[in-house]
C-alpha cells in the first residue's frame, strides 16, 4: 500500500545494534562531502603522488631493464632503495593533502548543528557525546584514509609484491609504521579539525584555522627556537612533531640536536588530550549559564 | 500501577543554583496512553526537568525514572523508548525533510530501510508529505514545528516529551498540533508530557497535570477528575480593605487568589451558596462591584497553585490608597 494511504503506525520492529547505529551519521556526511567539487579535486590531485612512487617501486624492483638504457651503478642502486626514508617522504607529502581536505571537509561537520541547535536531537537519542565524536570523528577518518592509508597500503603492497618474500620479512615493520604513523596522524588533524568546526561557525574561517593551528604554530616554534637559542620549541610544531615519530616508527634518523621521538610522541598525545577536552566543553545538549 | 513518569526527591543544581528543589511525583501509567501537562511560570524548572528526565543533568540528589529505568544510570535504554520535541528551532537546516528523519530515525536504532519508510510515513501523517523533499530550512515556522513533531514521533516512542508544541502557530495549524497529540495518546497508546504556558493546550490535551514554581511542585491533579468535582470558579471584584479576605473566605469552605487589588478569584465547595460570598463580604465592609462565574478551571488551578498575588504595598498603590 501506498505510504500516503497507509498512516502513521508505531514501529515495533526489530533496533540495531547500539554499536553500530552511530555509522548513519559518517554514511550521510560523506555523501554530502563527496558531492563537493574541491573535496573530489584534492582527492584527484592526492592520486599523483602515490602513482608516481607506485612507477618508482615498479622501475626499482625491475632493475634489470635499467643497464639496457643506460646501466645502473651502486649509487644508482642506493637512490632506488625502498626503505623508511622513502615511505618517511611518501607519508610527508600525502600529509599536505590530508590538512587541505580536513580544512574543506572539517568545518562543516559540527558546525551546522551547533549553529542549528540539533546537538539535543542528537543527545536525546541514545547516543551519547563520545559517540558524537566518534561519529564525526569517524567522518574524516574516512576521508583522509583515502590520501593517507588507502594509497599508503597500496603504494606498501606493491611493493611487497614485487620484491621477494624476504624483503616483506626484512620490512613488515615498515607497514606498522605506515598504518600507526598515519592513524596517529589523522585522529591529530581531524581533532584540530572538529575543533575549530566546533568555535568557529563560519566554514571559510574555520577552514582556515584549521591550516592556522598547523603553520601559525610552526612559526612560533621556529621563533622560541631563535630567539632563546633552544632545540625544545620544535615540540610546539605539531607538523614536526608527528615527522619526528614517523621517523621512530619508519627507523629513519631522526633531525639532529631536536626533540626525541617518546618527547614528540608526549607532546601529540598532550596535544589530543587537550582538544579533545576542548571540543567535549563545546559539545553539550543544553547550555548552562552559572 | 507503574508510572511512566517516577521522581523522587530530585534536586538539581546548575552552576551555584538549585533549580529544582526535591521534587517527587508519579505521573502517567505504563501501557496507557496518557497526556501529562507541565506547568509553571518562566523560570519554574520545567524545562530542566524535562532536560534532566532526558539525561541532560545529573541530578545532584534524589532520582528520575522513566517507564522503570534511570534516566541518569540508564539513559541509553531511557532514550530508545522516548520522543522529544524541543522548544526551539532544533533541524538540520540544509537537509530535506525525508532525509533529516531518516538520520533521526537511525540513530533512534531503526533499520536503514525501516528508517526511510518510517520518513515518509510519519511526514505524511504530519501533513508535510508534499514538502518533504524541500530542505528543512526553507519550511515555515509551523511547518517546522511539524517536522520536529515527525522526528519525535519517527521511531514509535513510548513516551514524547514536547516543549511548547504549539508555539508560534496560527489557530488552525494549532488545532492540527493538538489533535496529533490527542491521536498520539488515543489512538496510538503513547504517554505524553506536554509542557506549555498555554494552558488552553494543556486542558484540551492532557489528563493529569502537574504545576512547579520556584523549582518545586505547587500543584498535582488529575484534570479529569477535576473536572468531574463540579467546583463552582467565582470571579469577584470588590471594593474597600480586602487583605483579610481570603482568610475569611476559609470559614465557608472557599479558597481564594487575589489577582489585583479588589479582583479575586474564588472556588467555591459545592455544597455553599453564592448568597454566603455577600454576607462574607458584608461583614467585612466590602462591596461587591462584580461578581461572575468562571468556566476555565485549569486557569483556576494554576493562577491558585501559583499564587498570583501582587505585594501588599504595590496593590495598594495601584488601588489609590496610598
Known sequence: ?290 | MNPVIAVENLRVRLGKHEILKGISCRLGEAGVGKAIGLLGPNGAGKSTLIQTLLGFHQPSVGSAHILGLDCHRQSMQVKTRIGYMPENDSLIADMTAVAFLRLMGEISGLPAAAALEKAHETLFHVGLGEARYRAVGTYSLGMKQMAKLAQAILHGPELVILDEPTNGLDPAARQRMLALNKEMKEQHGMNVLLCSHLLRDVEEVCDEVVILKDGMIVHQSDLAAERQTNKRFVQLQVTGDDRNLGTVLQEIGAEGVSETAGTWRIILPVEVEVNALWRLTARENLQITKLAYRRDTLEEIFLKAVGHRKPKAEAEVAHGRI
Not at chain 1, 146 to 151: G, R
Not at chain 1, 217 to 242: D, K, T, Y
Request: proline share 5%.
Open chain 1, 1 to 290: 500500500m501506498a505510504v500516503f494511504r497507509r498512516g502513521y503506525q508505531r514501529y515495533d520492529g526489530p533496533l540495531t545494534g547500539p554499536g553500530t547505529r552511530f555509522m548513519a551519521i559518517p554514511r550521510f556526511a560523506w555523501s554530502k562531502i563527496l558531492s563537493q567539487r574541491f573535496v573530489v579535486i584534492l582527492l584527484v590531485l592526492s592520486l599523483f603522488w602515490p602513482l608516481l612512487c607506485a612507477g618508482f617501486i615498479y622501475v626499482s624492483n625491475h632493475a634489470d631493464l635499467l643497464p639496457n638504457i643506460g646501466g645502473m651503478d651502486a649509487s644508482m642502486a642506493k637512490l632506488l632503495e625502498i626503505n623508511g626514508k622513502f615511505f618517511a617522504v611518501f607519508m610527508n607529502v600525502q600529509s599536505t593533502f590530508a590538512i587541505l581536505l580536513a580544512a574543506i571537509a572539517g568545518p562543516g561537520l559540527v558546525a551546522p548543528d551547533l549553529a542549528n541547535n540539533a546537538l539535543p536531537l542528537y543527545f536525546a537519542r541514545p547516543m551519547s557525546r563520545w559517540t558524537y565524536i566518534g561519529a564525526r570523528m569517524m567522518v574524516l577518518f574516512g576521508i583522509l584514509s583515502l590520501v593517507t592509508l588507502v594509497p599508503g597500503l597500496f603504494v606498501f603492497g606493491m611493493q611487497a609484491s614485487l620484491a621477494s618474500t624476504s624483503w616483506l620479512q626484512a620490512n613488515w615493520w615498515l607497514g606498522q609504521g605506515l598504518v600507526l604513523g598515519f592513524v596517529l596522524y589523522i585522529a591529530m588533524v581531524s581533532l584540530v579539525a572538529l575543533t575549530c568546526s566546533a568555535y568557529v561557525k563560519w566554514r571559510v574561517v574555520a577552514g582556515a584555522l584549521v591550516l592556522a593551528f598547523f603553520f601559525v604554530l610552526a612559526g612560533a616554534a621556529q621563533m622560541i627556537n631563535q630567539i632563546l637559542r633552544v632545540e625544545w620549541g620544535s615540540l610546539l610544531n605539531p607538523g614536526f612533531a608527528i615527522y619526528t615519530v614517523w621517523c621512530a616508527l619508519l627507523g629513519v634518523e631522526p633531525v639532529e640536536d631536536a626533540p626525541g621521538a617518546w618527547d614528540c610522541f608526549a607532546v601529540i598525545l598532550v596535544m589530543l588530550g587537550g582538544l579533545l577536552a576542548v571540543l567535549l566543553r563545546k559539545l553539550r545538549p543544553v547550555e548552562v549559564v552559572s
